[in-house]
């Protein structure tokens, strides 16, 4: 069991391992909080662009970092593993969130049904992408938390393909590093780096606290 000692407003918070800590997050808390909390830690860039989006209502996403990083090409579209993807799903671990550049490119899209089918199999717990997706409509019957900048029809064969696996990249405005936590909802997209995920959780806590019983307050008809 381990114990994170919460400074700032002097509580104590424990949980055994990460699935433990998600639990506690999704039952708990939101990005919104998240976020306020990392900004009294003092990291102010941490929540991705307005115009990543989750493709269903009401997705809720945590889960730690794997990175992969697209990059242009002109090639050929009929050779096997044409996008690279594939190595990827062979070495993504149960639980992780699979995070995505672009550079915000709109040449192709970078996720689609049978990828989420091939990741959900694999229990990912999610997919954000500051690139387009497609197959929507498929992916939404799925059901997997998926978050994209927008949706087109073409593929990517041929015109994108994975460059980089595992290393910091910048999505929707923030860096993220391998083994940092992604949290979404309908607000957006928050990350938290790894080095703060136990202060910034025991903070959210507390401020959660102390909004439940401003709402429990407001709700009794006090101002």
Request: glycine share 8%; with cysteine.
């Amino acid at each position: 069991m381990q114990t994170y000692y919460n400074a700032w407003r002097d509580t104590i918070v424990i949980y055994k391992n990460d699935q433990e800590l998600f639990t506690v997050i999704r039952e708990k808390l939101s990005t919104s909080l998240l976020s306020d909390a990392i900004d009294i830690l003092g990291a102010r860039e941490q929540t991705m662009r307005e115009d990543i989006c989750p493709i269903i209502s009401n997705s809720f996403l945590v889960g730690r970092a794997h990175t992969l990083t697209y990059a242009n090409i002109h090639g050929p579209q009929d050779v096997p593993n044409a996008t690279g993807v594939d190595n990827m799903l062979a070495t993504i671990k149960e639980g992780e969130v699979i995070v995505i550049t672009t550079n915000r490119s709109t040449l192709g899209t970078v996720w689609a049904e049978m990828l989420t089918l091939n990741a959900r199999n694999k229990g990912v717990a999610g997919v954000v992408a500051d690139g387009l997706l497609r197959d929507v409509k498929e992916m939404r019957e799925i059901g997997m938390p998926v978050y994209g900048a927008g949706s087109r029809p073409v593929t990517a064969k041929g015109r994108m393909r994975v460059v980089s696996e595992n290393t910091v990249i910048d999505c929707g405005g923030v860096c993220v590093s391998p083994g940092d936590l992604v949290v979404g909802d309908d607000d957006g997209i928050v990350v938290i780096p790894a080095d703060l995920v136990e202060e910034a959780v025991g903070i959210a806590l507390e401020i959660a606290d102390k909004e439940n019983e401003m709402r429990a307050d407001l709700n009794a008809g006090q101002a």
